[in-house]
């Protein structure tokens, strides 16, 4: 079979690039020569040691060479790297980004987008704590969502590719808005992200005593929420600066039904802190029912 | 071998209780006989199929006969189980609880104890998010805390048999006040219990775009917070009530730590933001070396 494309890149082989790479290389669909570029040494040196790309490179012009090259940096860095590449592109080819906040950035790289082009970025929701190109593996995506989010008049066959890969590699796919991505990214990963920041934070101002409990006692509770708040800062800083309009909205109504929870307690409203309760149970289940639990 | 107690009884075989009974009926070093005990015809019938007690019965009088009393009902049931078993007991056996929140119960409980018997409440910090005589397992306790709250005067060989049943059951055991018990557990599990189930509700009162949209892409973040927001509505309403000062406070705290997040990610304060997150990295990291994570 021919592989999807001729060659695909990955610029910034981390936790989401080098789990690219690894399912492209394991199947061998997907592209028929890997480029992985980065302007660290130390991650090109990692890359070449796990073995997971053909040609390793620091140079923005040996990076467009490929017929795909997707941008797996942090949210903040994504439209310089675009820019770079952009360069050097040469018409038929694709870009796209995996970047998880889409604020303007759709609309500012398709304004800067050479003739010939397309610009498919899509955002896989998967990922764990960890970063770097050890943190990776080939069935992250496996059974999750890409949400792909074209910009208007982009060519349907480009945007096809991007789904047939997304899909080579065991994900979903789903085409919204930039808005709409940005509006439910604030709400089942940045808020959550932010309430485990700030609970973990809460934990450490208490008092010495009740610290060191806390981390004796995390069982029951406390240590879901640690999982996600060991995720890395810079990236996680980035999210919340990009979505922030998104982000500040879903958590002013957040606030709004914890206070509502904490006038239930106090007035000792029974039905109010079940009805509440009940609402959590319900949303469990159909994600039981989804397989995302 | 001799068994710790002649027999225990358990009244309430739920998720703690029957866990409880299994690892009795395993080890056959906590107890020689095991009584089950419940006011729910269908519980008891269930205990019964399970084969996890020698006595299965719903009479407090028959109940008290054992040496050891524990009540696994939820917190708000505790007291009136303990005023009606206390009736029967006989002087030199020994009343304990599991329950999740101190408040008054214990100088409550103490006040109404007839000469001889002792009153060593101890709540083990495991759980899961199911409940009832099925959700129990032998090895729930394992690696876990029991935290003792014992009276002050009691009999330090009734203390000192609550921790060999605790220690027998898989677990560690440390001696809190009621105060030092209350105030950890609103920090460790209750408040992330509440933000669990106010997260829910949030992603619950959304527009139905983005209501089917969380439950499709929860992958990231939101589905560590539904795990626990899927526990018993009653046991926790109960829960919730019963620790209001110690819990309210805590969130307070939670909600003016939220508010500085949110004020930082308003005002680009990038230092802020990842100083924060930085917190929450560092907390994980000890729950890791602590096995608590």
Known sequence: MTPLFKSLCVVGPGLIGSSVLRRAKETGT???TLIAADTSPPVLERVRELDIADVITSDPAVAAQADCVMICVPVGAVEEVARQVLLYMKPGSILTDVASVRGQLGPTIHAILPEGISYIPGHPMAGTEHSGPDAGFSTLFEDRWALLVPPEGSDPEAIAKIEALWNLCGARTKTLSDEQHDQICAMVSHLPHLLAFTICDTADNLSDEIRAAVL???????????????SDPVMWRDIFLANREALLGTLDRFMADTQSMADAIRNGDEAAITGRIERGRAIR??????RQA
């Open 285 to 290: 289940r159909t994600l039981i029912e989804n």
């Open 216 to 230: 004796d006692y995390a069982a029951s509770g406390f240590r879901d929420f640690t999982r996600i708040a060991a």
């Open 30 to 32: 997907i592209a028929g």
